[in-house]
């Protein structure tokens, strides 16, 4: 009988179960080239052992640390965290484990953060960079040869492995739904000045271009990333002679803020002013006015970046990089739905 005060070893559930150590390992770390009988009765006796790797000889034993490191920009910002969930999705059945690190916007933390994971080993990044110039961090993740996925945030002028969505077609989906409501004053708050926000209020311009409307005017204000600077941002545009009736949010707590603005001015969404955010975060539809909004699958991108860091990971060359763009899609609510609220008006009069 195996001792009580010994912690079970791989070899342990091999001798158990008649298969070699080699097969136990590739079970374990979830590999496809052993039957998933097999797989699923060496896994089950794993449990039944309450078996736990032991993490420093594993690394010793294949150079690896099994931990990935998430850099994002936001901690508060849920659209990260539903892009680690996804990322969670798809390394945790592999056995890696992810380490979070938060650049608050921040290129130099950014790049800090980057440091003091590799001192750590870790495995490989998806990153959401700050960075106007990723060159940098380039240089020093090829230095240490350590793969990467940027997500969400593509700087300009670089071909690395980058999992996000169309922003330019972003723009251009949220634009066109405040013209089918009948908005023809319409306003862009848009975000910081890095690709994204650069792209969405290309997109918004576009859309305006291509309606071929002559009537329609367009404001651009600078807002941010959260909902104080949405709330200053629409603040700023309800004090013009003539307020925007349509106003598309650089993302989804920018129009949160926004939406306090103007009911706290008086106003009614959508009567009077019709808002679209970005992002479709998990509270979007559960604000005082639940938000029109576009879905940029954030789940859907981590585990996009996780498959891409796990080929890189394994490759014994660098692969070619790739670059994945998931389609935005529109999510209509009552912050826009104009039709519906004109119907429901007609209900209460009748």
């Given at each position: 009988m195996r001792g009580f005060e010994l912690a079970v070893r791989m070899k342990d559930i091999a001798d158990d179960l008649g298969v070699s150590l080699m097969t136990v390992s590739k079970a374990l770390r979830g590999h496809t080239d052993i039957s998933e009988g097999t797989r699923e009765r060496i896994l089950r006796h794993a449990q039944e052992l309450k078996y736990q790797p032991n993490w420093v000889a594993r690394s010793l034993?294949?150079?690896?640390?099994?931990?990935?490191?998430?850099?994002i920009p936001d901690l508060m910002h849920s659209f990260f965290a539903e892009v680690?969930?996804?990322?969670?999705?798809?390394?945790?059945?592999?056995?890696?484990?992810?380490?979070?690190?938060?650049?608050d916007e921040n290129s130099a933390t950014e790049q800090k953060e980057i440091e003091l994971l590799l001192a750590?080993?870790?495995?490989?990044?998806?990153?959401?960079?700050a960075q106007a110039d990723w060159g940098r961090n380039a240089h020093i993740l090829s230095a240490h040869q350590t793969p990467y996925v940027l997500i969400d945030?593509?700087?300009?002028?670089?071909?690395?492995?980058?999992?996000?969505?169309?922003?330019?077609?972003?723009?251009?989906?949220a634009t066109n739904?405040?013209?089918?409501?009948?908005?023809v004053r319409l306003a862009h708050i848009r975000g910081p000045a890095n690709p994204n926000g650069s792209r969405r209020l290309k997109g918004f311009q576009l859309a305006i271009q291509k309606s071929g409307r002559k009537r329609i005017t367009q404001h651009v204000v600078q807002g941010g990333v959260d909902d104080e600077s949405g709330y200053r941002a629409m603040n700023e545009l309800l004090r013009l002679k003539h307020p925007p009736d349509g106003v598309?949010?650089?993302?989804?707590?920018?129009?949160?803020?926004?939406?306090k603005a103007v009911l706290e001015s008086g106003l009614r969404i959508?009567?009077?002013?019709?808002?679209?955010?970005?992002?479709?975060?998990?509270?979007?539809?559960?604000?005082?006015?639940?938000?029109?909004?576009?879905?940029?699958?954030?789940?859907?991108?981590?585990?996009?970046?996780?498959?891409?860091?796990?080929?890189?990971?394994?490759?014994?060359?660098?692969p070619v990089a790739r670059c994945v763009l998931i389609p935005p899609r529109l999510i209509i609510r009552e912050s826009s739905r104009r039709e519906s609220s004109r119907r429901q008006k007609e209900y209460t009069q009748a």
């Open positions: 034993v294949m150079r690896q640390t099994f931990i990935v490191g998430l850099v680690a969930n996804g990322l969670t999705k798809g390394l945790a059945p592999l056995g890696y484990q992810i380490v979070l690190a938060n650049s750590r080993s870790v495995d490989g990044f998806v990153v959401a960079s945030r593509l700087p300009a002028g670089v071909n690395v492995n980058f999992v996000g969505t169309r922003d330019e077609d972003l723009g251009q989906l739904h405040l013209l089918e409501q009948g908005c598309f949010c650089y993302n989804d707590p920018v129009a949160a803020g926004g939406i959508p009567e009077d002013v019709a808002i679209v955010g970005a992002g479709n975060v998990h509270y979007s539809d559960l604000l005082r006015v639940p938000l029109s909004t576009i879905d940029q699958g954030a789940t859907k991108m981590g585990e996009i970046a996780a498959n891409l860091l796990v080929d890189c990971m394994r490759a014994k060359t660098a």
